[in-house]
């Protein structure tokens, strides 16, 4: 599917099928569905006043053949709600159901959208097809891979239509950024989908090489098991004992010339968490392949900044392994020595992301970077805390904090601030080691922001816990069913700013 912009007038379309937004309060018609009302004889605004069979209501939709009359075979009248009402947020769920509606209309549809709400100036023309764009190519996410009857989009264009030509270059550039977020996320959304048995450390590491050619701005150094051995990793290692997969640890590295500032980002990289010897319930194991959505995230992060190529130097990072039983695993009561020295109890082998992010945070406070950032699917209790829709973050640093947060509302990826204070140390003491790798029942995600605390100097460290929103179990606003990639885009604005 193609999405394309177009300055043009009712009578230069030639389309199958063009979507035109109506609100509920205001009836009054864009200058686009104007000219098309008189073309068509009042048709339009007829159904709207005197048939009322279409209110404007929000996502009600309705559509009306034009028997071939002019260049649009089909009229899709899509409600927006109430103009005080209508935002960004509720544009992008339009544009979700706008392809929920065309998809399946025909083959190879070609599509066009009236520039919805511009000329009520809501928002810009690049804020409007941006996030439109995202919309559109989220919600079309699919995963077919393993399916013999596949299905396919069946719409082949969708193009943003406007009358003035003033807008079209904003137009353009916001189609261009939203189709790289996007595509990024949804490109995280796909290795979250693979199944354990195709996404393991080595295949991922794989994909993470294949981001780096063709770029002299970007390195990537994959670590092998007894290149990590050399790095004293051993707690990472000590997690992946269990598995007949080989670990790996990827560095990612994009090198602009003359950068304002160094982020390192570090996501989660559990290919499958079984819970070790602490084996999980069947039930809570069901999903376990999403335990690396952390280092998916990042992935779709790096593609997105080496399309977008800021002035930012950006370290993307991954411990990978997978956390399995067998007599090999490592076991509750062993003590493992993390990269800085730090010594850990292990109290329950399903701890284990933390046990695997110490190694990495300590590799990242050696780059001497601005800025550290971790993702994962860390814990339940995050869970319980902020439920399916909101990510947690924590850290040290509350001006970065309250900035992640903002961009993270403007994204429609929501964040909520989780505290850490220096005594949850106290649950994670340990009477034969540095600490625990858990602590009290209550306050699960605090305490293990504390725990990752111990293995990073930075002043300027992020934590945010996606336990809850990196998979959904129905489809939410213009997310289907499935690995969501969140918080993608808020980190790929975030790095940009």
């Not at 800085?340 to 109290?347: A, C, K, Q, Y």
Request: with cysteine; hydrophobic share 40%; charged share 25%.
């Amino acid at each position: 599917m193609k999405i394309t912009t177009k300055q043009t007038n009712v009578k230069k379309i030639k389309t199958n099928i063009l979507v035109i937004g109506i609100f509920e309060d205001n009836k009054l018609l864009s200058p686009l569905a104007k000219e098309l009302d008189q073309e068509l004889d009042k048709v339009i605004s007829d159904y709207l006043t005197k048939k009322q069979q279409f209110s404007g209501k929000f996502l009600e939709t309705f559509f009306l053949p034009t028997y071939k009359q002019f260049g649009a075979d089909n009229i899709l009248a899509i409600g927006l709600g109430k103009v005080d009402d209508f935002d960004i947020f509720k544009l992008r769920e339009v544009g979700a159901k706008i392809y929920s509606a065309v998809n399946s209309f025909q083959n190879n549809a070609h599509v066009s959208i009236d520039t919805i709400g511009l000329d009520k100036m809501l928002y810009p023309a690049f804020e409007y097809a941006k996030n439109i764009t995202e919309a559109i190519i989220l919600s079309s996410f699919s995963f077919n891979k393993y399916k013999n009857k596949k299905q396919e989009s069946t719409v082949s264009t969708i193009e943003l239509v406007s009358c003035g030509s003033n807008i079209l270059p904003d137009l353009q550039e916001g189609v261009k950024i939203g189709s790289i977020y996007a595509n990024s996320q949804n490109f995280a959304r796909t290795l979250v989908t693979e199944p354990a048995e195709q996404a393991t450390p080595t295949k991922i590491a794989k994909v993470a090489k294949s981001l780096a050619e063709n770029n002299s701005n970007i390195t990537c150094t994959i670590y092998n098991k007894t290149e990590i051995e050399k790095l004293k990793m051993t707690a990472f290692l000590a997690v992946g004992k269990g598995s007949n997969e080989e670990p790996r640890f990827i560095h990612l590295k994009y090198s602009p010339k003359n950068p304002r500032k160094k982020v390192a980002l570090i996501g989660k990289g559990i290919t499958f968490d079984s819970g070790g010897l602490d084996l999980k319930p069947p039930a809570s194991m069901l999903n376990m392949k999403d335990d690396m959505s952390g280092c998916a995230i990042v992935l779709g992060v790096f593609n997105a900044i080496t399309k977008l190529e800021p002035d930012v130097e950006l370290h993307v990072l991954s411990a990978l392994c997978e956390n399995m039983p067998s007599g090999k695993s490592y076991k509750p009561g062993d003590i493992l020595k993390a990269k800085n020295g730090l010594t850990i109890e292990v109290d329950n082998t399903d701890a284990e992301g933390r046990i695997t992010l110490a190694d990495a945070l300590c590799y990242a406070d050696e780059l001497g970077v601005d800025e550290i950032i971790d993702i994962a699917t860390l814990t339940g209790a995050c869970v319980v805390a902020l439920g399916n829709s909101i990510s947690a973050v924590m850290g040290k640093n509350q001006e970065n904090i309250d900035k992640i947060i903002k961009i993270g509302a403007q994204s429609g990826e929501f964040l909520w601030q989780l505290p850490v204070y220096d005594f949850m140390q106290d649950a994670l003491k340990s009477d034969i080691a540095d600490m625990k790798n858990t602590g009290s029942r209550y306050a699960g995600a605090s305490n293990a922001a504390q725990f990752l605390s111990n293995f990073v100097n930075n002043p300027n460290w992020l934590h945010i816990d996606i336990a809850g929103t990196a998979f959904t179990e129905k489809p939410f606003k213009e997310l289907s069913k499935g690995a969501t990639g969140a918080c993608t885009r808020t980190l790929i604005t975030y790095i940009l700013s």
